[in-house]
């Protein structure tokens, strides 16, 4: 088995250099934001676009040209590298256990090839590798579930646990249950799909559906 560095990476905490303090790199992630914000784009994908020059700007030395990923799925580890030279792909041989990705069956290290430290670069990596794991699908007949995570792409997965005991449960019942029964039927539906697509806290290598589906 290898050893992960691949999610132990440090991110800087400015878009230039290092800041002395969060609120310092929250005004300089915002305000780049802000520019980026005036191309066009919207404000969640301003702030993403943002956070993940930042990371780019702190590339890891010993990544050198590779964005260095993480491929997850149902499937078995190869006993020796495989080498994609069209898509500028290497899946590393062994399977992995020592990362955050819990829920599949087997992990492997991955590398993509970059040809500059930049947004652009890091996207077409990105591009690259989802169309390497579409056309993996359909050879697969789409039997299997496979997907892929880098750091440097998602940032830092960060969270805590909440009480599970809320205030004002039974008041929001109560008003529901006055409603006609075909009013409470969207309401009930709608409370459903808010809480049915939201990932746990350990699944967060992955998009929550609605947020995704909304933008």
Known sequence: MQNDNNDENTVSTAVDKPASSAAEFMATLNKRAAELQKT????W?????????????????????????????DFQAPDHDLDYPAFGITVEAGGRTDTIIKAALCVVSARVKVSEKSLSAVLDAAARLNTFLGIWTIIDWGNRGIGWWCHLTTGTLAGMGGPFEKEGIERALAGIERLSAKVKY??????????????????????????????
């Open 186 to 215: 969207k309401v009930r539906a709608a409370l459903y799909w808010i809480r049915e697509p939201k990932h746990l806290m350990l699944e967060k290598v992955k998009n929550d559906i609605l947020p995704v589906y909304a933008g």
């Open 40 to 43: 066009g784009v919207s404000r």
């Open 45 to 73: 994908v301003a702030r993403d676009m943002a956070g993940l020059e930042n990371r780019i700007a702190h590339w890891p030395p010993d990544w050198g040209d590779d964005l260095k990923v993480l491929i997850y799925g």
